[in-house]
């Protein structure tokens, strides 16, 4: 039996679907089918990926969906070749107590362009985002080729193509809004262009943008005392991150976390005019 759309729904053995967990406790075929639902067919034909199968020409999965039954929490992975390092796409999301939904991770790599080991320290170890360790070289390589923090690769340009699809998927479950937690500076930035606003976080943000400004506390910190304290990076928001990453607020980059409504625009801008 196949998943159904009613009334904009999703509906399963008569069955209205409201939440996560109820989508994980269903037959893998079905479950599959309506996170499917959240991958581009632009993408995957850019791959030569099933659309159906999710696999190769040779009949290899490139798409890995771990949501274990009953569980509020979703990973979705596409690849474009299953011996690639680094997949696509990499989208984690999950439910709260609450019964809200939030997005955790959303990453893409560009396979054709350089890749910068950032995420692993000289002795190979996770570095964890820079919370557990630092590859300063690669991470100096990373910022003057032009990525931001806790990029390994380019990215694909695709949150403006999946956000839609998220939205969809949201307002089929019977919701109006999801959450989203950043955990970059730069990263709350995209999230505001594309409509999404604070639940809390908003004053900080608007106090580094204060503080980035001639005379203000983070602007004296842009001493050049290391590469990523150079005077200048105001000016953008990869610069402003790299900053920020490199500890210039005296305390990790937290306590922000965003919702975005269902079809709807909050109009945030704690950076007026940036250029990325």
């Known amino acids: 039996m196949a998943i159904e759309i009613v009334n904009e729904r999703f509906v399963f053995r008569g069955q209205t679907l409201a939440s996560v967990r109820e989508i994980n ?28 199968t999710l696999s190769d020409r040779e009949g290899h999965p490139l798409v890995d969906i771990d949501a274990p039954p009953g569980s509020p929490d979703v990973q979705i992975r596409i690849w474009r070749r299953r011996d690639d390092r680094d997949p696509l796409v990499y989208l984690h999301f999950a439910e709260t107590m609450h019964n809200r939904i939030i997005v955790l991770l959303f990453m893409t790599n560009d396979p054709e362009s350089p890749r910068f080991d950032v995420d692993r320290d000289w002795q190979g170890r996770p570095t964890k985002y820079g919370t557990m360790g630092r590859n300063i070289e690669a991470e100096i390589a990373a910022m003057r080729f032009g990525l931001a923090p806790g990029q390994v690769r380019r990215g694909l340009r695709l949150t403006k193509h999946m956000l839609p699809l998220f939205e969809r998927f949201i307002a089929r479950l019977g919701h109006d809004m999801f959450l989203v937690e950043p955990l970059a500076y730069h990263a709350a930035i995209l999230f505001e262009r594309y409509g999404c606003g604070y639940i809390e976080g908003r004053m900080k943000m608007e106090w580094i943008h204060r503080e980035f400004q001639p005379g ?4 004296r910190r842009l001493d050049g005392s290391t590469p990523f304290r150079q005077p200048g990076m105001e000016r953008t928001v990869r610069g402003r991150s790299w900053a920020i990453y490199d500890g210039i607020l005296g305390e990790p980059f937290d306590g922000v976390r965003m919702y975005k409504r269902v079809g709807h625009h909050a109009g945030v801008c704690t950076f007026p005019d940036a250029v990325w």
Do not use: S
Request: aromatic share 12%.
């Open 25 to 52: 406790r269903l037959p893998d075929p079905i479950k599959q089918a309506i996170y499917r639902t959240l991958i581009p067919d632009f993408l995957l034909e850019r791959y030569g990926i099933d659309p159906k």
């Open 216 to 219: 203000g506390e983070l602007y």
